[in-house]
């Protein structure tokens, strides 16, 4: 079982920002939290991880409780392009480590 | 660079046939996935290879389905006989472990249709 949880759904309005959350209660000390997207008819696409530090890249941000015991991925200027099914993924880096994904949240954004 | 191929795009079968499924993984990737999609869910791993080695393969359904990476390099995964409930899409995921740096890089995926 996955051991994240996320809304099936949300909506956002074309330019406004997206605050995706992710519930991972039971995330070990090694674990990294991962966001992927997914984009219709296309394999999975990686977006931003972090362990316990907020991340940045040109894509999103990545927001991380002190407890880490939830997440949210932030689009800080959605597009219709961002819409697509977004998965948060909790595993270890080491060798061996398994990914498993939930049913993740469906985002629409919205003209 | 070039993505992860696979091929093919699209297969149709009837229930009780074979059929198989190929990955060119990114260059100098060692770790390679299937992982399969059934429509509405998230992709479940299949098996997971390091280089020609099985790392975990506790989900494959291994009366049926066989995986191989050949020299560390391409994989198949075959399905012998398929079953309707095998309808879904078989996904190809490459990655390079650097450090705390993990992306797993997708194809296209293949689209079963099991009849």
């Known amino acids: 079982d996955a051991k994240t949880t996320q809304p099936p759904s949300m909506d956002c309005a074309e330019g406004r920002a997206a605050n995706l959350p992710c519930n991972h209660s039971?995330?070990?000390?090694?674990?990294?939290v991962y966001w992927y997207r997914q984009i219709h008819s296309q394999g999975p696409q990686y977006i931003i991880h972090g362990l316990k530090n907020n991340e940045t890249n040109e894509m999103a941000s990545l927001i991380i409780t002190e407890d880490r015991k939830s997440s949210t991925l932030i689009l800080p200027h959605a597009t219709l392009r961002d819409t697509a099914v977004y998965y948060c993924?909790?595993?270890?880096?080491?060798?061996?480590?398994?990914?498993?994904f939930g049913a993740g949240t469906r985002l629409f954004v919205k003209a | 660079e070039a993505g992860v191929a696979q091929s093919p795009r699209y297969k149709i079968i009837e229930k009780r046939q074979s059929v198989a499924f190929w990955c060119n993984p990114i260059s100098g990737h060692a770790t390679l996935y299937w992982y399969q999609q059934i429509l509405g869910q998230g992709p479940k791993l299949l098996i997971q290879f390091q280089n020609n080695g099985v790392v975990d393969d506790s989900q494959l359904p291994k009366d049926r389905f066989s995986a191989e990476r050949l020299k560390g390099v391409d994989s198949t995964l075959k399905i012998q006989p398929a079953k309707l409930e095998d309808s879904a899409v078989y996904l190809c995921a490459s990655s390079l472990v650097r450090g705390s740096y993990n992306e797993q890089f997708f194809g296209p995926g293949t689209r079963l249709t099991v009849l």
């Open positions: 993924i909790v595993r270890v880096n080491t060798g061996g480590f398994k990914t498993i």
């Open positions: 039971t995330i070990s000390g090694n674990e990294y």
